[in-house]
């Protein structure tokens, strides 16, 4: 089952970050039982929240994301606003913060 459109290349998740206002990348790597652990939770937050054009990808699908976004470990959370990044959660991530967070930003931003 798939929570959020996965993109398989760089190109794609810039194209995303550049072309919404608002944008959020969940960076995985398969063999991540933390990334698959936390999936379903940031999908409940984020279907919160539909103005936000989520996707995932993976380093080991392309693995210049990781320079590219300076990963050194996953999963990763990123939301952009504007093409720039606003928020970056990493590794241990802390749902209610995370979700106050995007609250904060899409009643700001949106409404």
Known sequence: MEFFERLTTLEEAE???EGNNVAFLY???ENCSVC????PQVKK??????KIQAAEIRTDDVPEVAGKFHIFT???LLL???GKE???EARSVYMQKFDKKIKEL???YFE
């Open 74 to 76: 996953v999963p990763v």
């Open 106 to 108: 899409y009643e700001n």
């Open 80 to 82: 952009f606003v504007d």
């Open 27 to 29: 960076i995985s790597q």
């Open 86 to 88: 606003y928020h970056r």
């Open 15 to 17: 194209q995303l970050i």
């Open 45 to 50: 937050v984020m279907d919160q929240y539909p």
């Open 36 to 39: 698959h652990g936390l999936k």
